[in-house]
């Protein structure tokens, strides 16, 4: 029987499974303290507003949301009805977390066909835009009216500053406006330049009119905010929010969240310590024989292949997903409070199954 290093404290299985940073729990905690009015009418909920507005550097419109699908189902409802009538679709790639992970709640509540495209890194090219763009005009067929790219992608790759203008020139181009999924958003941050400057190079500068910026991944207890970057674009927001049931009530609680994460930069602080310690598993993992990965990764997920015999036991030992059985591969996820320790006994444990 093989013998096992004692497992990891933390699992390798999402960001999603990490508890909330203490820094929010102090600012719920706070926010707790008296009354305070509904729907947003409170002081904690004017200065995320407020933060937001400084991050971006600009007069942006927030609206806080309970979570990633409704933020986005909020984002692309407001979206669509900006645009000339009920009649426009929304490009995606066939990875996006609207196509594949979200069970049809943008087609069914939106009431939206999604024309997904294939790509083989998650990332839409100007190319693929132009090809769909065709069907503008055609009676028969959805108006192509919007264009949402997720950044980072659901595999684990970033767009470039001029990757995401190049998409937003060719989206402009033909009169569709552009919706960033950034579920995963501080770990793009932390990649590309670990800054709010940073952040603003591939959003407001690259032309991207709107954004799901996630909370949920990185510390927070469950927050993420829709950002209008172009206040025009906004109007109807709050009553498409309150219609898709992402009103909250008592909103000072995910305000506060926002608040701690966005005090000092803590967001884009805990989104590269997840990018550093994938980074470090990839080295770790990289020299065991039989682990077969691709080039380290650029921010907080692999996706290795492993021997099949050993997916199960590992997996019993500490906790992953599966992403694609049919060629053996599988995913870990490092999250803002993995730890080095983590780190060791899990490399440590994948080598002694893979060498039993």
Not at 228 to 253: H, N
Not at 266 to 283: C, E, F, P, V
């Amino acid at each position: 029987m093989t013998s096992l290093p004692l497992a990891p404290e933390r699992s390798f299985a999402s960001d999603n499974a990490a508890g909330a940073h203490p820094a929010v729990l102090d600012a719920v905690t706070a926010a707790n303290s008296g009354h305070a009015l509904a729907y947003g009418e409170d002081a904690h909920t004017r200065e995320c507003e407020e933060r937001f507005r400084e991050l971006f550097g600009r007069d942006v419109v927030t609206r806080l949301t309970f979570n990633g699908t409704g933020a986005n189902v909020a984002a692309l409802g407001t979206m669509l009805g900006s645009l000339s009538g009920p009649n426009h679709a929304i490009i995606c790639t066939n990875w996006s977390h609207i196509e594949a992970d979200e069970t049809g709640a943008p087609e069914r509540i939106l009431s939206t066909k999604l024309i997904d495209v294939a790509s083989d890194d998650a990332k839409i090219t100007p190319a693929m835009i132009d090809d769909v763009a065709h069907l503008r005009g055609v009676v028969h067929h959805a108006q192509p009216g919007i264009v949402s790219i997720t950044q980072p992608t659901e595999l684990g790759t970033l767009y470039t500053v001029d990757e995401i203008a190049a998409v937003c020139d060719a989206a402009h181009r033909h009169n569709m406006l552009v919706h960033l999924d950034g579920a995963r958003i501080a770990n793009a941050t932390a990649a590309l330049g670990a800054s709010p400057d940073a952040l603003r190079r591939f959003t407001v500068d690259a032309g991207v009119d709107a954004i799901s910026f996630g909370g949920t991944k990185n510390g927070a207890l469950g927050a993420e905010a829709v950002v209008f970057l172009d206040p025009q674009i906004a109007i109807g927001s709050e009553f498409v929010r309150k219609q898709v049931t992402q009103l909250p009530s008592k909103m000072r609680y995910l305000a506060a969240q926002f608040n701690a994460l966005l005090d000092n930069d803590l967001w884009i602080d805990l989104g590269g310590h997840s990018n550093r310690m994938a980074t470090q598993l990839h080295g770790l993992v990289s020299g065991i024989a039989g682990v077969e990965l691709d080039g380290p990764p650029e921010v907080n997920s692999l996706f290795p292949r492993l021997p099949s015999a050993a997916i199960a036991p590992l997996r019993d030992w500490c906790f992953f997903w599966d992403w694609d059985p049919s060629i053996d591969q599988v995913r870990w996820m490092t999250a803002w409070d993995t730890t080095q320790d983590d780190l060791d006994r899990f490399s440590a444990g994948v080598a002694a199954l893979i060498n039993a």
